[in-house]
């Protein structure tokens, strides 16, 4: 039997329940005045309603322009790998050249002609090594990303699976919902925890607005991620076209969990993600940053110590926002900002950490040198 797409199918529901979201918030606001935080603003819901957009052609695009550098399966995997080597060997011998020409140009007994030239080898060096570090640590995310998802498919794993088909009745149905959901949780914490995943999933906090079209602006760049894979579901019996239909299932309930209209769901908050929990989630606020995870499911906070509850006013967006409308700036402004830490640091701890720790981590350093620059101290960043 061939199943319905069901996000497809959903398509009309979205804008139906958006006009009718804008609709009872100009309402609202004619009664009570103006809420930003919640009403339609045009340039940021054709902002989201792009992403939208462009969140459907991605995996449409990117196979095709990863596909032929996917090591182990692409035709110029190995090219890919060995260039890869080559800027990192270059990075290595840059870092080399720089410090030992910064070491000698400090040293009084050299002639003032020499310790500047080795001043320019070293400044020279110091970028060969920024470039160099940007190319592997970029490039090695794309090859390891590429090469995790081919590699961890369901089609391939159902192939492998150590429990017997659940074919597609009820149990079959909810362990592919559940499944889903709990591996989803583990993802969307990881995306907030590592700067490159966070990279990716920042799209869809980007917005200082909070609402059903907030739910459309979802990223473009999964490609780059290595996510705990939905395709292990497979490995215990789950059909690959079920868990395919389980996504589907997760990304619509999470559709109308972006809206300011409902404020509470009584005894079903204890259990599933609402409104409400998920305010939080997009909350720039201390206390809310990095909660409320789950998805359909708000029991894995619960579980794994990441639930909080609404209880001071939500301000939404970014704890620094990129006050820009264009897709373009939405959907790269993380991943450029890494590569321009990676090859502005010289060391491959610093450099690795700008693109792997915490979001926090990176975020800290910055206010540290700025900091540092005026001669004030601060905490180190966690």
Do not use: C
């Amino acid at each position: 039997m061939r199943l319905v797409d069901l996000t497809v199918s959903a398509v009309p529901g979205y804008f139906a329940t958006m006009a009718a979201e804008a609709a009872y918030l100009k309402r609202r606001a004619a009664r009570n005045g103006r809420q930003a935080r919640s009403d339609y603003e045009r340039r940021d819901t054709i902002a989201s309603l792009a992403m939208g957009v462009g969140s459907l052609l991605a995996p449409i695009v990117m196979p095709k322009v990863l596909g032929p550098i996917t090591p182990g399966k692409g035709k110029y995997g190995k090219a890919f790998v060995a260039g890869l080597a080559v800027a990192a060997a270059a990075t290595a011998t840059a870092d080399v050249i720089a410090r030992r020409s910064t070491r000698d140009a400090a040293n009084p007994d050299l002639a003032a002609p020499a310790r500047d030239e080795r001043r320019r080898v070293a400044r020279r060096a110091r970028s060969v090594a920024g470039v160099g570090a940007a190319v592997a640590v970029g490039g090695g995310v794309a090859a390891i990303s590429t090469a995790w998802t081919a590699a961890l498919k369901a089609d391939r794993l159902w192939g492998r699976r150590i429990v017997d088909d659940l074919g597609e009745g009820p149990l079959a149905w909810l362990a592919a919902i559940v499944g889903w959901d709990f591996i989803y949780y583990w993802n969307h914490r990881f995306m907030h925890e590592s700067r490159y995943m966070w990279a990716i999933h920042v799209v869809h906090h980007s917005s200082e607005r909070y609402n059903l079209s907030t739910a459309l602006r979802q990223p473009v760049a999964d490609a780059f991620g290595t996510f705990v894979p939905y395709g292990l579901l497979a490995l215990f019996g789950v059909r690959p076209r079920l868990i395919v239909q389980a996504r589907a299932i997760n990304l619509i309930y999470q559709y109308w969990i972006h809206t300011d209209v409902i404020r509470g769901l009584g005894p079903a908050e204890a259990v599933l993600n609402t409104p409400s929990h998920h305010r939080v989630h997009h909350g720039a606020n201390r206390q809310y940053l990095d909660r409320n995870h789950g998805s359909i499911l708000i029991i894995w906070d619960r579980l794994f110590g990441t639930f909080e509850r609404e209880d001071e006013p939500v301000v939404y967006g970014l704890t620094k926002n990129i006050d820009s409308f264009s897709p373009a700036v939405i959907a790269t402004h993380e991943h450029r900002d890494i590569l321009r830490d990676v090859a502005a640091a010289d060391t491959w701890h610093d450099r690795l950490s700008f693109a792997f720790r915490g979001p926090g981590w990176a975020y800290g350093q910055h206010a540290e040198r700025a900091a540092a620059t005026l001669g004030v101290t601060v905490s180190p960043a966690a």
